[in-house]
């Protein structure tokens, strides 16, 4: 697994200054056991509000993702009792994946105008203006063709509302400034014995990956690469008929 290089910059800097803030800075505040008591209980209210927040759109965005994918599977092989349709639609979804894998980015069709649906449901529709043999065997299927359609539909327009769903700058700036008032009150323990510095840098670290994980679960960043290359090859292999080939 690749490690994330802002993550290892991030992680670095902030050892690095952090360390010398620690050993070089020693403080001496009064009544610093309630400072601490005080930011400590903001900082995990405010940032574990927001984490579960985020966490929720996540998860509802990845169900979204799923239930899509789905969707068209369903529509692809549905349309298998008219070949010519059914080719059709290979194409269109072929189109669709092979795009989120070379822009390597899983919401390139939620940022982006997008035909994919509507050149799927222009496939469907074309059998049935025929009102031949093949529209009688697509009839048979139209109650769950027309319920996928709507839903593909519907969870576009989700993950749109849901992708706008970020942390506002007023909210960032609370969790930065807490998170800073964080790290800087941990020093004002009179105690500059090496454990209870090591354990104070350990704390630090441990408010900057609480930072970094509500980022990567904000820019959903934290899908990462291979969610991409993963999704979109599986449909590949479903419009590809890869899985049949090889159970042969």
Known sequence: MKINKFLVVSLIIFLVVYSLYVFYFNLNIEDYSDIIVAVVFFFT????FFITR???RYTSIAEEISNTDGDFSLLYRIAGVVPWAQDKIR???RHHYTKILET????YHILNPSTTITKVFDA???VNDKNDDDAEKLSHF???SGQALADVQ??????IMLYQQKLLPLQWALVYILGALMVISFNFIPNHTLIVDLLKIFFGVAVLFVILLL???DDLSIFGKDFNKQTANDMLRIIDEKDLKETK
Do not use: I, P, T
């Open 124 to 126: 469907y529709r074309e």
């Open 54 to 56: 985020q966490n929720d």
């Open 142 to 144: 139209s109650d769950a």
């Open 215 to 217: 980022k990567q679960l």
């Open 45 to 48: 209210l405010f940032s574990g």
């Open 104 to 107: 390597n980015n899983w919401a």
């Open 91 to 93: 194409e269109v979804l």
């Open 154 to 159: 519907v969870s576009r327009k989700k993950m």
